[in-house]
């Protein structure tokens, strides 16, 4: 592992693994302190897209770094052969694991959203746009604050007045519908994957499934957005109506965060602020 690295931090244990790299938790002396270091494999990399997701990735976290809502970037160390990214470490679970056991309370689910959309807000602020939200990638610190990960899909969009992204990049159940029609998109591909967060955050299931991920695409691309009473019998019709806002088809109508944000601040369901 890179030398420098090393020196300034004692590397510990092993906390993730991906399809291209390992996290581990290290310590600084110098602070005390345990962060994460994203330790990537740059002989993993497949084509020419990987490696241009590798070089864009610690570049955006740097840009994002004065949101707190966003896992920050405080060191990077490459070599020819690794890039080391050390970030937070967030020790708590993960909202996939918090939301694996079942749904969440309106109020939990909404001190969870605002923070997200807060960073959300941000990205977009800054003229990036994530493209892989995704509970697994809304991680929380010590604090229990959300911090918003992952950014090797994310993507430019500022500079360019209207410009339009393309690309399918995303995850079952989250990627918004015109991302699978292979049209250009813009920004408000995070809302809808929100959206999502949201839903299942209420309900304990996601709004569009099926047994493959080519019958879950399907599903995404109706786009028929239900709210069966089983699931959601004691959720507010005010969640309900942002619900529909953020996983609406018609992109022009599908709320911006900027719009989310200002209907969370101003809702007239109890919200705690951080």
Not at 62 to 70: D, E, K
Not at 196 to 225: C, D, H, K, W
Request: contains cysteine.
């Amino acid at each position: 592992m890179f030398q420098t690295l090393k020196n300034d931090f004692q590397i510990c244990e092993e906390i993730g693994r991906g399809r291209f790299g390992t996290v581990y938790r290290c310590f600084s002396p110098a602070t005390g302190e345990s962060y994460a270091c994203k330790s990537i494999d740059k002989n993993l990399l497949i084509d020419s897209t990987d490696r241009e997701c590798l070089d864009k990735e610690p570049k955006i976290l740097q840009l994002l770094s004065g949101n707190p809502n966003i896992l920050h970037l405080y060191k990077v160390y490459e070599d020819d052969d690794f890039l080391h990214m050390v970030t937070d470490f967030c020790p708590n679970s993960d909202l996939y694991e918090r939301v694996s056991s079942g749904s969440l309370s309106e109020s939990a689910a909404a001190a969870i959203l605002i923070q997200l959309v807060s960073a959300i807000s941000y990205c977009h602020h800054m003229g990036v746009a994530h493209r892989d939200i995704k509970p697994d990638n809304v991680l929380f610190d010590s604090e229990n604050r959300l911090k918003l990960a992952d950014f090797g899909s994310a993507e430019w969009f500022a500079g360019c007045e209207g410009r339009m992204m393309s690309g399918v990049v995303g995850t079952p159940y989250y990627v918004a519908p015109e991302v699978l029609m292979g049209k250009e998109y813009n920004e408000k591909v995070d809302v809808w994957s929100v959206g999502v967060i949201l839903y299942i955050m209420l309900s304990g299931v996601p709004p569009f499934y099926g047994e493959t991920p080519t019958e879950t695409f399907q599903a995404v691309l109706r786009g028929n957005l239900r709210f069966p009473t089983r699931n959601f019998r004691s959720v507010s019709s005010e969640a309900k109506d942002l619900l529909r806002k953020m996983i609406c088809k018609d992109v022009s109508r599908r709320f911006s965060a900027e719009q989310v944000l200002s209907k969370l601040n101003f809702s007239d369901f109890h919200i705690p602020l951080f």
